[in-house]
Every structure is written in C-alpha cells, then in structure tokens.
C-alpha cells in the first residue's frame, strides 16, 4: 500500500511518520506528498532535523527521554512528546519549561521489561497526578506500544487494554490513543488508535 493509499484509507487517523531510520531526502519525499507529522526518537535528531527541514514540519519526540537531554528537548519546541513514563519524569521537564507542552502518558502494556512505560494498573492515577501536579506539561492522551508476540490475540489484548484506560480519561481530557507501527497498526486502528507510527512501511 502506497502513503496516499494508506492515508486515504485511514484518512480519519492520525500518521505519524517515524523517520529515524529514513534520510532527509526521504523524508522530504514524504513530505510533498502532504505529510507533515513526523516522529523522532532520539533528541539530538530531532533538534538536527527540526533545524535543517521544512519549518512546517510537525515534530513529535517518541523515545525515552533521559533527564540530561530535558534542556534541549525543550529547546527543540516539538508539537507533542509522546513518551512520558511516568510523574517524576513530567515534573522534571515542566520545572524548566516556559510553554505549554502537550503530552501522552506512555503505558507499558504487555508488561515488558524491554519497553519503557508505567504499568496500567497505575495510569489512570499517574496520567491525573500529572494533570494536577504540572503547570507546563499538558496530558493530553496516552500511547503504548503492542506486545512483541506472534499471537494476534496478545496483541489484540494489549491494544485494549491501552484504549480501555484512554477511554476512562477521555473525561479528563484525552483525546488521542497513539498505538501501532508498521507491524501491527490494522490491528491498533480496529482496537481504537486515532493516531499510529509508522516507519518501514511509509520508507520501504
């Protein structure tokens, strides 16, 4: 499936363009195809990037944010910082931040040591603590990535889960659900994503 194909297809669903494994060039393509949200994750890309590309790229941070690169994170002005994992790591970012930063709490779903993320039975609570506690760092939804499994039903289950929290917080004022990439996002979209991160599929 070609971008415009995919992006006609989910045309109610929000693409995020995962580039860091893509050129600038690439990226570029991409670009005046009418795609303008793109993901990094890695910090010093996405400043790298944010700099030298089109000014009217959206930049979203989707990588572990280490507290030694907060200050530049912060610098770099992304549209959205898709991976905050927990309330230290927001209110650390909000005490040096002068502008309002939309958010998503990162949840980890599949319970994986390898990922990253807070675990669900605490981020409901968490994603309220971050709401009252920050004054910059804006929660505005949650993402998560699906299990690593080769049982569709698992990662069925993980999506849900991850869409069950975000519909309990839609009251609180969530309004995206950014969950799937390139292996699994038709079954993220069926389990209620609105906005998904795709790499090798839109830079194959």
């Known amino acids: 499936m070609t971008y415009l194909e995919l992006k006609e297809k989910y045309k109610d669903i929000r693409i995020i363009a995962v580039s860091k494994y893509t050129t600038d060039e690439k990226i570029m393509a991409l670009h005046k195809l009418g795609q303008i949200e793109f993901g990094e994750n890695k910090v010093q890309d996405l400043a790298r990037k944010k700099a030298e590309l089109s000014s009217d790229i959206n930049w979203y941070f989707i990588g ?4 030694n690169k907060a200050n530049l994170l912060i610098k770099t002005k992304p549209v959205m910082w898709q991976s905050c994992i927990n309330l230290d790591l927001a209110k650390y ?4 931040l002068d502008y309002e930063l939309d958010t998503l709490l990162e949840i980890n779903v599949a319970n994986e040591d390898s990922k990253a993320g807070i675990n669900p ?3 409901i609570d968490e994603y309220l603590a971050i709401k009252q506690n920050c004054k910059f760092i804006k929660p505005v939804g949650v ?9 569709i039903k698992q ?5 849900d ?3 069950k929290i975000y519909d309990e917080l839609k009251k609180d004022g969530a309004k995206i659900c950014s969950m799937g990439m390139s292996s699994d996002y038709e079954i993220a979209i069926k ?4 906005m998904i991160r795709l790499g090798s599929v839109l830079f194959n």
Do not use: T
Not at 93 to 96: G, I, S
Not at 143 to 151: F, K, L, P
Not at 155 to 159: A, D, L, V
């Open 121 to 123: 039975s605490k981020a």
């Open 161 to 163: 889960l991850c869409y």
């Open 93 to 96: 970012v909000d005490a040096r």
């Open 155 to 159: 990662i069925i289950k993980s999506f």
């Open 191 to 194: 389990s209620g994503a609105n």
């Open 143 to 151: 993402m998560c990535i699906g299990a690593m499994s080769d049982d």
């Open 64 to 67: 572990n944010l280490q507290k």
